[in-house]
């Protein structure tokens, strides 16, 4: 628990607000809830979920706009025990198998799958000699993750942080002088093989090769703990949270954009939404961290992140998004989630690093309807593609290049089996990276938050206690982006604000609370 009983009543009149309903915001006010604070959350669209929302569009096809799949769904549904309740009393979670299908242009194709025997033949029959080395990689990986998992789960709001016990134990197995891709050589000499196991680093817009090898533990995750689809779509997740946070109590207000966070000397203590002033004890900012804070909080409250600072952070690629919903189904061999994977994929990862759009891409299509009948009409289909490409920062003109690039896109479908869908389009929506940045307030396109290079994560990556009375939560923060991430630093967030609230720090002596209120014995969720 993340708290006593007497701690419940100690907080009970407390306040506080969060501004953002994504998957974090959602995470802290939960918590918070169950914790005994008032919890007000601000969400300036008409539904919760930001990003990791699923959208029904004409025609009654559903997609998932951001996230498309779950991983590691452990913290979430502690984090639903906590509260009481499970997560699958609320939430239907399909576990995927294969996981998804990797075709590889430069010839070759994997279906990954958690079953050993399984992969390891589909491995042995691009690379035989790397099929021997699969059970090795998983086990290295596992003791990785073991030490690698208390370090995710500690807060890096000092400096003396980065020599804690955890992290000390976990050094000897992070190697953070090699990449991913370097460390996947050591049990993978087939280039298409360690792309099996590294092109994850792209739901943290990095490259492979540029990437710290601590992040191998992300394909690992992926077959230790599998790859699941919420029934629904990943909004699912967003609208059971929000549910649940209703019924105990925390007061959800969409629609409500908040203009900026109020101060009180240095001390955060309250918000203008809407135009109306409101008051708290704390404030949660839960956005695109280097969009949200430029635009709620003044410099003088963010002196380690000002925003000569935020302009030279490294940023993570963005995406180039088509949402498809066509006529008829979809070829038999199409599966859940298929990726394919560039030829000259290490060009193709340069290019977007270097700012270049990539005329020969690699791309992500999920197919929802494989799985889950509800994501379009019968004899539908909702066909989800994603491109990587350079952030804004590259200076593309895509109102230019807009429609050039979709055609781009479609043709390379073709190489997937889907050579006769634009006749079939029935609905149709792009984004692009103007959009992230114009529609969903991503600060230039870049869709993955700052970059997760060793000088921005940990004590480096902006803070969840980022000032007096004023948190953060979400992908820009600690620990980093990706749903299971989010929600470790949703417990991260609660955690420290609860400790401070307890503690008195915020108006105890106007609210006559005592300064040694009592804290949990674990201080965590689990």
Aim: net charge neutral.
């Amino acid at each position: 628990m993340l708290q006593s009983r007497d701690g419940l009543r100690t907080l009970s009149g407390r306040r506080v607000i969060i501004v953002g309903a994504g998957p974090g915001g959602l995470a802290t006010a939960l918590l918070l809830a169950r914790a005994g604070v008032h919890v007000t959350l601000l969400e300036k669209d008409p539904a919760v979920g930001g990003r990791t929302k699923t959208i029904e569009a004409p025609g009654g096809f559903r997609f998932d706009i951001g996230p498309t799949f779950f991983l590691y769904p452990q913290i979430l549904a502690d984090i639903f025990e906590t509260c009481g309740e499970r997560l699958e009393d609320h939430v239907k979670l399909e576990r995927l198998d294969p996981q998804y299908h990797l075709v590889f242009e430069a010839g070759g194709e994997i279906r990954a799958t958690n079953d050993m025997d399984r992969l390891e033949a589909e491995v042995a029959r691009i690379a035989p000699d790397d099929a021997r080395n699969v059970r090795k990689f998983f086990a290295d990986n596992r003791v990785k993750l073991k030490f690698f998992k208390p370090v995710l789960e500690q807060a890096f709001h000092t400096l003396r942080a980065m020599a804690s016990p955890a992290m000390i134990a976990a050094l000897p197995h992070l190697h953070p002088g090699r990449s991913v891709d370097k460390d996947l050589r050591r049990y993978f000499k087939d280039p298409r093989v360690r792309l099996a196991f590294a092109f994850q680093t792209k739901y943290l817009g990095m490259s492979p090769f540029r990437c710290p090898s601590l992040f191998t533990i992300l394909s690992f995750l992926e077959y230790e703990h599998g790859v699941y689809h919420p029934v629904g779509g990943c909004g699912a997740v967003s609208e059971a949270m929000a549910g649940l946070a209703r019924r105990m109590g925390v007061d959800i207000r969409l629609g409500a954009g908040v203009e900026r966070v109020l101060f009180e000397g240095k001390r955060a203590s309250g918000v203008v939404c809407n135009g109306e002033t409101l008051q708290a004890d704390a404030v949660v900012i839960n956005g695109d961290f280097a969009k949200v804070i430029q635009d709620l909080v003044p410099q003088q409250h963010r002196p380690r992140w000002r925003d000569a600072k935020i302009e030279k952070a490294r940023l993570s690629c963005s995406t180039f998004m088509l949402y498809l919903g066509l006529d008829g189904p979809m070829p038999e061999a199409l599966g859940h989630h298929t990726i394919l994977l560039s030829e000259d994929y290490a060009r193709n990862i340069r290019e977007i690093t270097d700012g270049i759009l990539p005329m020969q891409p690699s791309l992500y299509v999920q197919h929802a309807g494989f799985t889950d009948g509800g994501m379009a009409p019968p004899g539908q289909t909702s066909l989800y593609v994603l491109v990587p490409v350079p952030n804004l920062k590259a200076g593309i003109d895509w109102k230019g290049l807009r429609e050039t690039y979709r055609r781009l896109v479609l043709d390379r479908l073709k190489l997937l089996g889907l050579g006769d869908i634009e006749s079939r389009i029935r609905y149709e929506r792009i984004v692009d990276p103007t959009e992230w940045r114009d529609e969903f307030f991503v600060h230039e396109g870049a869709t993955f938050n700052l970059a997760h290079d060793l000088m921005q994560m940990l004590y480096f990556r902006p803070h969840n206690r980022f000032g007096p009375g004023l948190y953060l939560v979400g992908g820009g923060t600690h620990p980093g982006s990706g749903l299971p991430v989010i929600y470790e630093g949703a417990r991260i967030t609660a955690r420290l604000l609860i400790e401070e609230l307890s503690a008195g720090r915020v108006g105890a002596a106007s609210a006559g609370i005592p300064t040694t209120a009592p804290l949990a014995a674990s201080g965590d969720a689990t």
